[in-house]
């Protein structure tokens, strides 16, 4: 196939799993991506000067242009290399009344034995427990740039929020996005599975809408963080990304169409 053929084929294979303004007078999906980090927040190392901050840009950017190609409404928290709380990250996701919000992050290691042996992808969604030590450890380690009032309360404050929560459809639909995207980045990109994940993000707890947050891989990790610098890996993490998006939004407008109360028609005389 020649090589000019494969942008087409791929804004093509969008359009067809899902237009994002399924019928007429619907709104378009409106879709918040969020570039874990900036600024002076780096976020973790990776080999030579490679920081999450960046490949968490350039994987969102990524990402936007393929759910914009099938008509999506994309926003992303930041356009730059620049510091944004996460509650800013959190307001202005609610401020664009978001379907569903995704955030990006690349995970890391502490030692270098860890370093040169873990590596894969983690797909998480919001839970007052995280799945293990490890899902803790890395809810820590994205949390550590929450506002202190609200880290020092700890669990129970958001154990409050999902006593409803955790009964609610946007977060059984957070599990559903979530379940939707991982098997697609496996797939796509052959990486290590490391599952679909349950934690206490902070950037997750406050969003009106269903939430993942994805650790693309171990940016730490000498070969698995070497490809995540790469734009021909970047783009199969954005394909696969998108396609779990479109896939989920698809389902879910078909179940929530068939909600829809019906209209009575004229009564028989």
Partial sequence: MP???????AVLSLLCLVPLAARAGERPARIVIDPGHGGAKEGAKG??????????????????????????DVYLTRERDAQVSLTER?????????????????????????????????????????????????????????????????????????QDLVRTEAHADSSRLAYSIHPRLIRGTR???????????????????????VEVGYISHPQEGAKLGRA???EKLAEA????????LKETRRRDATREPQVAGPVSQ
């Avoid at 809810?139 to 609200?150: G, H, I, K, Q």
Wanted: aromatic share 4%; charged share 25%; with cysteine.
């Fill in 3 to 9: 090589s000019s053929h494969r942008p087409l084929l």
């Fill in 47 to 72: 080999p030579g000067e490679l920081r999450e901050k960046e490949v968490a840009l350039q994987i969102a950017q990524r990402v936007r242009a393929r759910l914009e190609a099938a008509g999506g």
């Fill in 90 to 162: 959190v307001l202005l996701t609610n401020d664009h009344a978001a379907d569903l919000f995704l955030s990006i992050h690349a995970n890391s290691m502490p030692t270098k034995r860890m370093r040169e042996r873990t590596e894969g992808i983690e797909t998480y969604f919001l839970s007052a427990n995280a799945s293990g030590d490890a899902a803790r450890a890395v809810a820590d380690r994205e949390n550590a740039e929450a506002p202190e009032t609200r880290a020092a309360r700890g669990d129970s404050m958001l154990a409050l929020i999902l």
């Fill in 191 to 213: 990486a290590a599975d490391r599952g679909v994940q349950q934690a206490p993000f902070f950037v997750l707890s406050g969003v009106e809408c269903p939430a993942v947050l």
């Fill in 232 to 234: 021909e890996y970047q």
């Fill in 241 to 248: 990304i998108a396609d779990g998006v479109l896939a989920f």
